[in-house]
């Protein structure tokens, strides 16, 4: 069966400090990968995605930037993280052809 | 468009039936989903439908789609606190050679013992 795994679980990280959150899928090949943020009380906004190595789609511009170095890795990244970059950070896949999208268990961010 | 609404709260009493509905934009839509979020902990798939479908049934989860009013309902019977989350519902699309997936803000399902 196909898992997903992120982490660290919580990170709290000073202003100007670097970023890097990390996720893996294990059990399925060349997924497409996601990353989403969910700012406190309020819903996900799609950050990045990716349908292969190398292959990154930006959906909004800001801070972060997003890299995927293996099939089944992919790592949301900042050079110096913003108060407002505080947030929840989900992962997710899907198949390449499929329509469900699975989620990993969240990455708490807070920047002081 | 691509907008997904849901309403931001509900309250319910034990043993009752909750209702959480949600509309959306886009008629090409493919794919319509019902995510729990627990708190603080990522996002589980309940249930979803197919768009040629009008509802679906799973346990004590009903799901309804109205095509015509761009409307879609999970309804949970005999509601417990177990069943105390938020609630998202989300649309797919095809975009681009990847399904993209739209979420709604989410509804706070509160369920008073």
């Known amino acids: 069966s196909q898992t997903i795994h992120q982490w660290p679980a919580t990170l709290v990280q000073p202003v100007g400090s670097p970023l890097s959150l990390e996720c893996t899928v294990e059990?399925?090949?060349?997924?497409?990968l996601y990353w989403y943020r969910q700012a406190a009380g309020r819903g996900l906004q799609l950050l990045f995605y990716?349908?292969?190595?190398?292959?990154i789609s930006s959906e909004v511009p800001q801070n972060l930037s997003a890299s995927r170095p293996q099939d089944r890795q992919f790592i949301l990244s900042s050079k110096k993280l913003l108060l407002s970059d505080s947030g929840f950070y989900l992962c997710?896949?899907?198949?390449?052809?499929?329509?469900?999208?699975?989620f990993g268990e969240g990455s708490w961010l807070t920047v002081v | 468009g691509e907008d997904v609404e849901q309403s931001l709260f509900l309250s319910v009493r034990e043993g009752d039936s909750s209702v959480i509905n949600c509309t959306y934009t886009d008629s090409s839509s493919t794919y319509l989903y019902w995510y729990k979020q627990e708190p603080g902990a990522g996002l589980q798939l309940l249930t979803y439908i197919f768009s040629n479908m009008d509802m679906k049934q799973d346990q004590r989860l009903t799901v309804l789609l109205n095509k015509k009013d761009k409307h879609l309902s999970l309804r949970i019977a005999d509601t417990q606190t177990g069943d105390s989350a938020i609630y998202f519902c989300?649309?797919?699309?095809?975009?681009?050679?990847?399904?993209?997936?739209?979420f709604g803000t989410g509804t706070k399902l509160q369920v008073i013992p």
């Open positions: 990716s349908v292969g190595i190398g292959q």
């Open positions: 059990g399925t090949s060349n997924p497409n």
């Open positions: 989300a649309e797919t699309l095809p975009s681009g050679g990847y399904q993209k997936v739209t």
């Open positions: 997710a896949w899907s198949t390449g052809s499929g329509n469900t999208i699975y």
